[in-house]
């Protein structure tokens, strides 16, 4: 059995000192890969509950067309969503066309000229600067006359109390939390500190919105940011919580009134959640969640395995390889262009679909530097799907996620190695 494995990754162009060296760092990994499944059974069964208790029937999965009134749906799945998140209500839909529409939504719906926002966890995500109008942009909050302030974390990481303190005043409507360190070089957010935040802030101001972006999160924990306290939680559909299968959307749970402030955003004011078709995307939307648990599972054991492979390779990673995990993205410090191009290289080569095509660095509208980037997705631009890029600037780090199952994780990561080891920029 094992030499037919080893034929068929020799085959797939892994040498087999590659693979010997990724096989002992799996063999390593196990009580924390066992541990990953722990949470995933709990996540699966979550869900699993969540559906049963909604009444979750193949009638929920016809298509509707025109308003879409009384689709029920889509209807249905929001209560289910709201289940999993143990929130009052949830707003899930198609139209919400990805995670930074799901944010500006909930922001837009839920602030009236003269509020302020206010990020306690330093600068928010690189597309959430144009919607808050933090970089000047065309129809921003701060064009609607919505301040915005921020406190930066401690050096340490930690939350800065004081200075937190002192940011609240009485036009503070709104706390914006990011959960992911996204593309930055903080560390992410446990759900439990998040929590603690969030105590805090609500001490000082208790009817303050607590918002969460909570993209790359969903179900790498077993509890979700509207446990601890959060009033609104907002994802995309085609990271974790779509599981792979959501060709489009996005996600706003929590309170009741806040999830139908931004419904009254999304469509129309009066007319909020009773309106939008779902033309027959909803079951997949169904089944993507039922999958996620174990998406999600793939995709942390996929970050785990890269950040040890490369740690022990001698760069330099984020998280490092012994960290606990809240998202699911990985950052490698390749320290040379040539290393991020060949690491990307060797993500392409792994995929699916697209896997004959070589990236190349360009020139990105939005960017500094040219940026690399490398996907061969089923949806496009999914980065639950196993993804990398990087701009090509120091210090030449490269940012990955995503892998719809374990096993294609494993092989993008040693696809990668390869294709460092073919440019002789590592040697065994
Ligand atoms: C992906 C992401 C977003 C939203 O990005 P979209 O590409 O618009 O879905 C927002 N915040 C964080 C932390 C993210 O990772």
């Known amino acids: 059995m094992n030499t037919h494995l080893n034929d068929l990754y020799k085959e797939l162009s892994i040498n087999e000192t590659i693979l010997d060296f990724g096989n002992t760092i799996e063999q390593s990994l196990k009580s924390r890969f066992d541990d990953i499944d722990q949470v995933a059974e709990y996540n699966q069964l979550k869900v699993l509950k969540a559906m049963q208790d909604n009444r979750v029937s193949d009638i929920h999965f016809a298509a509707t067309t025109g308003y879409g009134y009384n689709d029920l749906g889509r209807d249905t799945l929001e209560s289910v969503y709201a289940s999993v998140f143990h929130a009052e209500s949830a707003l899930v839909r198609p139209q919400l066309i990805s995670g930074t529409h799901a944010l500006s939504t909930a922001l837009s719906g839920n602030l009236r000229p003269g509020d302020e926002i206010l990020s306690p966890v330093g600068k928010p995500y690189d597309t959430l600067e144009g919607v808050i109008g933090i970089r000047e942009t065309k129809g921003s909050l701060a064009e609607y006359g919505i301040t915005y302030s921020q406190v930066e974390l401690l050096p340490d990481g930690s939350f800065d109390f004081d200075g937190i303190k002192n940011a609240i005043h009485e036009r503070t409507k709104l706390i914006t939390i990011q959960r992911s360190k996204g593309y930055a070089t903080r560390p992410t957010l446990s759900v439990t500190q998040i929590g603690e935040l969030i105590k805090f802030i609500k001490g000082i101001k208790p009817d303050v919105i607590c918002m969460v972006d909570n993209c790359y999160g969903e179900f790498v924990e077993t509890i979700e940011p509207t446990d601890v306290g959060a009033d609104l939680c907002v994802g995309s559909l085609i990271k974790n919580p779509g599981g792979g299968l959501a060709p489009i959307g996005g996600y706003i749970v929590g309170k009741e009134e806040y999830v139908e402030n931004a419904a009254f955003r999304l469509t129309a004011p009066g007319l909020g959640k009773e309106v939008g078709a779902t033309l027959g995307i909803t079951g997949m939307l169904y089944q993507g969640l039922f999958m996620a648990p174990q998406v999600v599972s793939g995709a942390l054991k996929g970050a785990i395995f890269a950040a040890n492979i490369y740690e022990k390779l001698g760069f330099s990673v984020v998280p490092n390889g012994s960290e606990s995990r809240h998202d699911i993205i990985q950052a490698v410090t390749l320290g040379t262009p040539e290393g991020v191009i060949a690491f990307c290289k060797g993500i392409q080569a792994a995929a699916p679909v697209d896997s004959y095509v070589v990236p190349e660095p360009w020139a990105m509208p939005g960017y500094h530097s040219d940026v690399i ?29 995503g892998g719809l199952t374990w096993y294609h994780a494993k092989f993008g990561i040693l696809m990668s190695v390869q294709k460092l080891f073919e440019e002789k920029l590592i040697h065994f």
């Open 373 to 401: 980037m490398a996907a061969g997705a089923f949806v496009q631009g999914a980065s639950i799907e196993l993804s990398a890029d990087a701009p090509i600037a120091p210090p030449y780090a490269v940012y990955f996620q």
